[in-house]
């Protein structure tokens, strides 16, 4: 049976467009004859439906190959796609807590949520950026940003496992983040609210053009563990700085933010961060900035921010706080940002292969402008400047623009690259992904997207080298797309090729939570470093069990420890009595399997807690205080064997002053 | 120009192998290098020694304390959660199981048991009784070879 559902008009556009004009009173004229400009709204171009269906079909058995990250927005998380199958292959947790695996739940991963405010347990994960070598994603890890309690995640990806969490001070909303440089050197942060930078002040809102400033963060990453420390920020004017790009090839050594509200409104933005025709692009030497730092140009700020990480392979994560940063303040320093104005509100910049062209979409623009690195640079020697902000030069447009793409569609946005000459815009309100030159400017093809595109994402399509294979575009509504599920639908994916001249839709899949940006790299860069068990002889968990033999259960005054093992299929020990009312226990399970895939679980009746997933040669910690006196029955609840449903065991909880001695056995009925 | 005929013929079809079928997606794959396809197809060897990476018979020596402690270290590690010396656990006892079977057995049986229990006659009935898997525990050849060491002290005669 086929349904068909008819809602194939996009009310969007008139909304959007009802809304702008009220807006932009004057410059709707401006828009409406930029949108007949635009011709005929763009077509679906679908392949022929079994040749779509023979490109993205990976037969059972074989391998996808790319690995597709995906940010799960207001999900917290992170997930993985093979393409062009569109298969999940999991989702990583991040910055929520995860029951399913019981990550944010076990005393080894709770740590991770610390925050100056306490812990915290969800986020909103926006982009996540492979770590690179020469310009190019290298596979090692994956650093994703949190924008609402500003923090920057590291995913280990032999383990697919988040190992560190990083708060960023004076931040509020880390928007901008968390791009990696040419040679994953420095993460960047960047405050989409400016917001007082003095630690927790107590001002009115309306002294924000006085109080309020704006941080950008430079977090660098050790090269060979990839730990990451808050370098130094830079201090800049209260705008609104929102997406950020490392430059590449001959601009490695900068970096890129766009800024909307140089207005510097701090109430009903929609109508009063319109006002200006141009924004800014601020450009960094982020070279010039850390050598500044290193000469002690910068100065010492006092300041409240967590940095959670494992020490060792395995064990608990840890919370150190650090009290103060260092910052360079563009008051005080000069000659390494410099602003580039750019129509009207951007929301991105991105940076072509070569590293020259900036491309810059405004969200209210009506072209898309491209800025020429080479010629900015040129503007700076020439100090070809129209004036100073807090000591901030800002380069003529006219100095530094190299061209402007017209009729892109309304709302232009995001943009990656094909390494064959073409850049893609996506193109929030007129709905459409649009391909355009990078020598002539001139759009030379446009397909729709369903429905209303925010980022878009090209295999390696941030690289030096971009692999024009297919394009996702990640859209922010379903509604008539998939079968209906009530008044919210699961946010849509679609795949392309753009293998050929023209674009190609092939698929369209519902993802997990909101996904922002994504990243494709190809399968063999991960695949041969995927781990397949934790090694039990590397096994350095202060609680690990290793030899089965020395299964226990030790009280220290209240605190009931347990050293338990798991193996197909029973745990050891499984019997424990003795445990009181009030004592705070800690079972600490080792899975001792070294089998890829073989997983163990632990769930106890009535604990407050999420059950534990315990993958081969890993120790990890459940903490309960019993309330009340009884028989507790605890299972594995990984389906792991035949016997599986034989596995499990019962703890027996005496009241507070009972005499029950503490024993544990197993095997002896 | 025929034998290398035949190597390409025998290389694609251990290409051919290899790329399709669950057996490489095996962790045994480490240190699998048995190519058997069948009980009727197993060699006399394997029927008497297993089927692994094991190709020649071992020979016992003198015992080697060194190695009769490593491989304690290791059996106690990956080994005593499913196995004592002389009750049935999860899986056989050992006490005895230098008796019923070669030393390059045992350290087959170690090295690549998904492949022994599904095409090794004995291993079979085995899993048919124990109704668990034997898993690869991660384990090196010369580690096997301790843990033959090590097995040789727990022998009741």
Not at chain 1, 147 to 174: C, M, Q, S, V, Y
Not at chain 1, 635 to 656: D, K, P
């Amino acid at each position: 049976m086929n349904l068909t559902l008819t809602q194939k008009t996009k009310p969007m556009k008139t909304i959007k467009l009802n809304n702008l004009s009220r807006i932009l009173t004057g410059a709707g004229i401006l828009i409406v004859s930029a949108f007949i400009l635009t011709g005929c709204p763009s077509n679906q171009n679908m392949l022929d439906t079994s040749d779509a269906a023979q490109k993205v079909y990976v037969a059972p058995g074989d391998y996808d190959s790319y690995y597709a990250f995906l940010s799960g927005g207001y999900s917290g998380q992170l997930s993985v796609w093979g393409l062009p199958s569109a298969r999940m292959l999991k989702v990583i947790p991040v910055f929520s807590q995860d029951p399913e695996t019981g990550y944010g739940y076990t005393e080894e991963t709770k740590p991770l949520f610390n925050t100056s405010y306490g812990f915290i347990p969800w986020d909103d994960s926006h982009h996540p950026h492979i770590s690179q070598t020469n310009g190019n994603s290298d596979g090692r890890w994956i650093f994703i940003n949190a924008n609402n309690t500003p923090r920057i995640a590291r995913i280990d990806l032999t383990t697919f496992e988040t190992k560190e969490i990083i708060e960023l001070p004076n931040t509020g909303g880390n928007h901008a983040s968390s791009f990696v440089t040419n040679n994953s050197e420095y993460v960047i942060g960047a405050t989409r609210f400016s917001i007082p930078y003095e630690k927790d002040l107590d001002v009115a809102i309306n002294s924000y053009s006085e109080s309020f400033r704006g941080a950008l963060t430079f977090l660098k990453v050790n090269p060979e563990s990839g730990r990451m420390n808050v370098d130094f920020q830079i201090i800049v004017p209260p705008f609104n700085y929102d997406l950020g790009r490392a430059g590449k090839g001959v601009s490695a050594d900068w970096v890129f933010f766009t800024t909307y509200n140089t207005e510097q409104a701090h109430t009903m933005l929609e109508v009063n961060a319109s006002r200006n025709d141009k924004d800014f692009v601020a450009a960094v030497n982020w070279r010039k900035a850390a050598e500044l730092v290193a000469e002690g140009k910068g100065k010492t700020m006092s300041a409240e921010y967590y940095h959670n990480y494992y020490e060792g392979k395995q064990g608990f994560a840890v919370s150190k706080v650090n009290n103060e940063v260092t910052v360079l303040d563009t008051r005080e320093v000069e000659n390494f940002i410099y602003y580039l104005p750019t129509p009207k509100s951007p929301h991105g910049v991105d940076v072509d292969p070569s590293g020259e062209l900036l491309v810059a979409g405004g969200k209210l623009a009506t072209v898309i402008p491209v800025h020429s690195f080479s010629r900015m640079i040129k503007a700076i020697e020439n100090e070809e400047f129209d004036e100073f902000i807090d000591g901030i030069p800002v380069l003529k447009y006219d100095s530094t623009i190299i061209g402007e793409v017209e009729n892109p569609g309304l709302g232009p946005l995001h943009t990656e690259f094909d390494g064959k000459g073409y850049a893609y815009t996506s193109v929030y309100i007129s709905s459409e992904i649009v391909k355009w030159s990078l020598e002539t400017f001139e759009v030379v093809d446009r397909i729709d997207s369903y429905y209303s595109i925010g980022h878009l994402m090209i295999t390696a399509g941030d690289n030096v080298n971009p692999e024009a294979r297919y394009l996702l575009g990640l859209t922010k509504t379903a509604k008539d797309r998939y079968l209906p599920t009530g008044p919210k639908q699961n946010h849509p994916a679609q795949l392309y090729d753009i293998s050929g001249d023209k674009m190609q839709l092939l698929y369209d899949f519902p993802t997990i939570g909101e996904p922002h940006y994504a990243q494709a790299i190809a399968a063999e860069k991960i695949m041969p470093n995927s781990k397949q068990i934790y090694e039990m002889e590397e096994n350095d968990h202060p609680y690990a069990l290793t030899r089965i033999t020395e299964n226990r259960v030790v009280r220290e005054g209240n605190v009931v420890r347990v050293y338990m093992g798991a193996t197909r299929s029973h745990f050891r020990p499984d019997n424990i009595e003795g445990i009181k009312v009030g004592d705070t226990v800690f079972i600490h399970l080792t899975n001792m399997e070294q089998e890829w895939d073989v997983v163990h679980g632990i769930a106890i009746k009535g604990v407050p807690n999420s059950e534990v997933l315990v993958v081969p040669g890993q120790t990890k910690t459940l903490k309960w205080t019993p309330t009340r006196t009884g028989i507790y029955p605890f299972y594995c609840t990984a389906f792991c064997s035949a016997l599986h449903q034989e596995m499990q065991g019962y703890i027996r909880v005496s009241a507070a002053n009972s005499n029950v001695p503490l024993t544990w056995v197993t095997g002896t009925n | 120009m025929k034998s290398l005929l035949r190597i390409t013929t025998v290389l694609a079809l251990f290409v051919t192998l290899s790329a399709c079928g669950g057996e490489t997606n095996t962790p045994d794959k480490k240190t699998s290098t048995a190519t058997a396809k069948s009980e009727s197809e197993l060699t006399s060897f394997q029927l008497e020694h297993g089927i692994g990476p094991v190709v020649e018979p071992i020979t016992l020596g003198e015992l080697n304390m060194e190695w009769v402690e490593k491989g304690r270290a290791i059996f106690e590690m990956k080994c005593e959660m499913c196995h004592s010396m002389d009750n049935r656990v999860v899986g056989p006892a050992l006490g005895d199981v230098l008796e019923k079977r070669t030393p390059t057995y045992v350290m087959n049986m170690i090295l690549n048991p998904g492949e022994m229990t599904k095409k090794h006659p004995e291993a079979k009935k085995l899993l048919q009784e124990y109704m668990s898997i034997m898993p690869f525990q991660n384990v090196e050849r010369e580690d096997a070879r301790a843990i033959v060491e090590f097995l040789r002290t727990q022998s009741d005669s």
